[in-house]
């Protein structure tokens, strides 16, 4: 299996402009998870779903955010407009089951400089 | 709600053993994960610990104490290689998992 594939890896735009981050999950996990990273605040968590489904976007800090998951292969996370400290790196994670027991497998990430 | 306490950084020696300590306060336990993350890259899994005792896994293991809300990671016969963030994590109410900021190891030669 190819893993949880991100893109795009790298990312810079400017400070207004809208930024569109992809996801596509290991083929048969059910859960897919979205994580902002930043030296300040670490790792968090912004929005799972499962089975399509968003289930807990109570991470997700504010409405310029937004995260769609269309089909089993796929999800979107969208930032409109962006602003600079919205500059971190977003990984994409998925899991088989909840993290109780589950494993979560994390993509390579994409690395966002919001100028 | 959850919170969980690592050192930020630590130090160690190429060959020797250090150990990472997690201290975590949960409303429930379901369980405490240890990932490893190189720097520029994504993390990955190291263990699960759900019950009481130390758990090996070649050169690493894993400690947890439920009723002391602590774990740690053992790392032997340490490699440059090991040098990287490891991240403590417990899943929350809702399952998802709730990370601590991670403690950077530096091994040297």
């Known amino acids: 299996d190819a893993g949880v594939i991100q893109s795009p890896r790298h990312e810079v735009t400017e400070m207004g402009q809208e930024v569109t981050l992809r996801c596509k999950p290991i083929?048969?996990?059910?859960?897919l998870f979205w994580y902002r990273q930043t030296m300040m605040r670490g790792l968090e968590l912004l929005i799972y779903?499962?089975?399509?489904?968003?289930?807990?976007d109570s991470g997700m800090p504010e409405d310029r955010f937004s995260a769609k998951m269309p089909n089993a292969s796929f999800s979107t996370l969208k930032i409109q407009p962006s602003e600079p400290r919205d500059s971190a790196v977003y990984f994409c994670a998925s899991s088989v089951g909840l993290a109780r027991q589950e494993t979560q497998y994390f993509g390579p990430g994409t690395r966002l400089l919001v100028l | 709600g959850q919170n969980i306490d690592q050192p930020t950084e630590m130090t160690a020696t190429e060959g020797a053993i250090v150990q990472i300590n997690c201290t975590y306060q949960?409303?429930?336990?379901?369980?405490l994960f240890w990932y490893q993350q190189h720097a520029g890259e994504a993390p990955t899994f190291l263990s699960y610990n759900v019950l009481d005792g130390l758990e090996e896994k070649g050169r690493f293991s894993s400690f947890l104490s439920r009723s002391k809300g602590y774990s740690y990671l053992l790392l032997k016969e340490l490699q440059m290689k090991d040098s990287a963030s490891y991240l403590c994590?417990?899943?929350?109410?809702?399952?998802?998992?709730?990370f601590g900021q991670g403690t950077t190891l530096q091994v040297k030669p």
């Open positions: 994590a417990v899943p929350g109410n809702t399952g998802k998992l709730i």
């Open positions: 083929s048969g996990h059910d859960y």
């Open positions: 949960t409303s429930g336990f379901n369980g």
């Open positions: 779903f499962n089975n399509n489904v968003p289930i807990d």
